[in-house]
Every structure is written in structure tokens, then in C-alpha cells.
């Protein structure tokens, strides 16, 4: 369940070495599902996204996986750089949902270690 | 394009005070949202519009706040009176493409009522 303020999961990991982040949601009509990245003193930027009738889509080292059977995102990120150490948020885009807005998930600290 | 556009970037003022958050959407854009972040409640969305029409405002916290929208290359959000528990960053997103929900956003506006 969701704890009392927000204590945001960190991944710590070595520069160059591959990162994964996940995420769960729970609304099985979401029909997309995106990852945005949030560098300190700066807003969500957009890294990538999938549509509910795929499995898997690849970017410039970002990959990201659905599993749509136990409602599981990951973000892999190849071969880290330090510019990678960011809050990184997956989002909903729930079809038919009362609001076009995103729903976001709490986030995850990823920390690049030199 | 320069990107969604937020002003100011930081705003301290004291209770009870009326606070305007102001920003500009990517040219094009025929959604705008705002959204609150903070450590206890993460992103939350608080309205958006449809050409320049409020469509969901069903995540404001109460009649203190409210937005507006007079064109397609503005909008305010404005808290009066301000509390400090409305200390927050507030970003404005927008977006053209509402099935694929990629939102743009802005650098935020970081509010402190005292």
C-alpha cells in the first residue's frame, strides 16, 4: 500500500552498467503507458511509450516491457550515463477514462554511481 | 519551439495572499493540464483544457484555486487566498495527441506561502 509521505524507491548502479526500472499499475483499460524522466529542478520530460497491444518497444538505450498479464512496465536502460540519475515516472493513459489526463505512478530514484 | 513556458519559475509570498501562476503551451497544443507535485502526494493532476475549454477539474483542492484559459497560448492558475500547505511545484503540460497522452511539460513553478 501507499506509505505516508513519499519515500521514493532508489536504484543505485554503476556508470555503464544496464538499469531497470519497474512499475505496476492497476487499471487493466489503460491503453498507453509512458515513462518520462524528472531531473532535478526540472519538469517530466517524455522518454518513451507503449500502446497496450504490445509487448515490448526499443528506443536510443531505453527499452520498455509490458506485461499486461500481472500489469508490470520496465524501463531498461543500456549502458548508464551519469546525465541518467533522475526521478523516472511510468504514466497511464487510461482509455475512456473521465479525465485525458496522465496518471502517474509515484517514481523511482535512479542514482548513477561514477 | 521554446516549450511549454512557465512564469514565474519561483514565488514566495505569505498567507493569505493571492498567487497567479501563468504559462504558455507549445504552439499547436489544443490540450493544456496543470498538475501539483509534491513529496507527500507525488504529480497530481488539477484541471485541464480542451481548446481552451475546462474539462476536468475535479482534482483541485477546493475553491481557492481556479483557472482560466482565454486563448490558446494562455492560462493562469490563481490560489486566493493562498495557505501554506498550497507550498508546491505546479507545472503546465500540454499536448496534441490525446490517445498516445504524451504531454509536454513545463520547467514548474515552485510556490511557498509562508
Known amino acids: 500500500g501507499e506509505s505516508v509521505g513519499l519515500h521514493l524507491p532508489t536504484l543505485s548502479v554503476q556508470e555503464g552498467d544496464n538499469s531497470i526500472i519497474n512499475c505496476a499499475y492497476s487499471?487493466?483499460?489503460?491503453?498507453?503507458f509512458i515513462w518520462y524522466k524528472q531531473e532535478s529542478g526540472k519538469g517530466p520530460q517524455f522518454i518513451i511509450d507503449?500502446?497496450?497491444?504490445?509487448d515490448k518497444r526499443q528506443g536510443q538505450r531505453v527499452t520498455v516491457l509490458l506485461n499486461k498479464t500481472v500489469k508490470h512496465l520496465s524501463l531498461q536502460i543500456a549502458a548508464t550515463q551519469p546525465g541518467d540519475s533522475a526521478v523516472y515516472f511510468c504514466a497511464e493513459n487510461i482509455r475512456g477514462g473521465g479525465a485525458d489526463g496522465l496518471t502517474f505512478g509515484k517514481g523511482t530514484h535512479l542514482i548513477i554511481q561514477p | 519551439d521554446a516549450g511549454v513556458i512557465q512564469s514565474p519559475r519561483h514565488e514566495v509570498t505569505e498567507m493569505g495572499q493571492e498567487v497567479t501562476l501563468r504559462c504558455k503551451p507549445i504552439s499547436g497544443h489544443d490540450y493544456l493540464f496543470w498538475y501539483r507535485q509534491t513529496m507527500m502526494r507525488g504529480l497530481e493532476l488539477l484541471i485541464y483544457?480542451?481548446?481552451?475549454?475546462?474539462?476536468?477539474d475535479s482534482g483541485m483542492p477546493e475553491d481557492r484555486f481556479s483557472a482560466k484559459m482565454p486563448n490558446a497560448s494562455f492560462s493562469t492558475l490563481k490560489i486566493q487566498p493562498s495557505e501554506p500547505r498550497d507550498s508546491a511545484v505546479y507545472f503546465c503540460?500540454?499536448?496534441?495527441?490525446?490517445?498516445?497522452?504524451?504531454?509536454?511539460f513545463g520547467a514548474g513553478t515552485r510556490l511557498s506561502v509562508l
Open positions: 507503449i500502446r497496450s497491444n504490445m
Open positions: 483544457f480542451n481548446n481552451n475549454v475546462p474539462i476536468d
Open positions: 503540460a500540454s499536448s496534441f495527441d490525446r490517445g498516445r497522452g504524451i504531454q509536454y
Open positions: 487499471n487493466s483499460a489503460s491503453d498507453y
